[in-house]
C-alpha cells in the first residue's frame, strides 16, 4: 500500500490537512495534537474533507511518521524531521 501523503486542506481559517493514500482520504486534525497523535480525525470520500456521518461515523487517531533529515549528530538526533507516512488508528 502507498504512504499517505497531503493532496488537500479543509476548513475555513484552520485548513486543516487532507492525507490520502490513493484510496482512502483522512482530515488531519491539528487542534487535537498532544505531541504524539491527532485525535478526533475524520475518514472522508475526497480530497475536499468534509465530514459525512453516513459515509463513515468513526473518529480516528493519526501518528505521523518521521525521518531524520541530512546526517545525524554525535548522539543520533536529528536538527529536523520530515513526516513521510501517516499510522491511522480508530479511536
Not at 482530515?27 to 498532544?34: L, S, T
Not at 491527532?38 to 463513515?56: L, V
Amino acid at each position: 500500500m502507498k504512504n499517505f501523503k497531503q493532496v488537500g486542506t479543509y476548513g475555513v481559517g484552520w485548513n486543516f490537512p487532507v492525507i490520502s493514500n490513493g484510496e482512502e482520504f483522512y482530515v488531519v486534525n491539528e487542534k487535537e495534537w498532544n505531541g504524539e497523535f491527532y485525535f478526533n480525525c475524520w475518514k472522508c470520500e475526497n480530497e475536499i474533507g468534509e465530514f459525512n456521518p453516513e459515509f463513515d461515523n468513526n473518529k480516528y487517531h493519526i501518528k505521523e511518521v518521521c525521518q531524520g533529515v541530512g546526517e545525524p549528530d554525535e548522539d543520533g538526533d536529528y536538527d529536523s524531521y520530515e513526516v513521510v507516512d501517516y499510522e491511522i488508528y480508530v479511536g
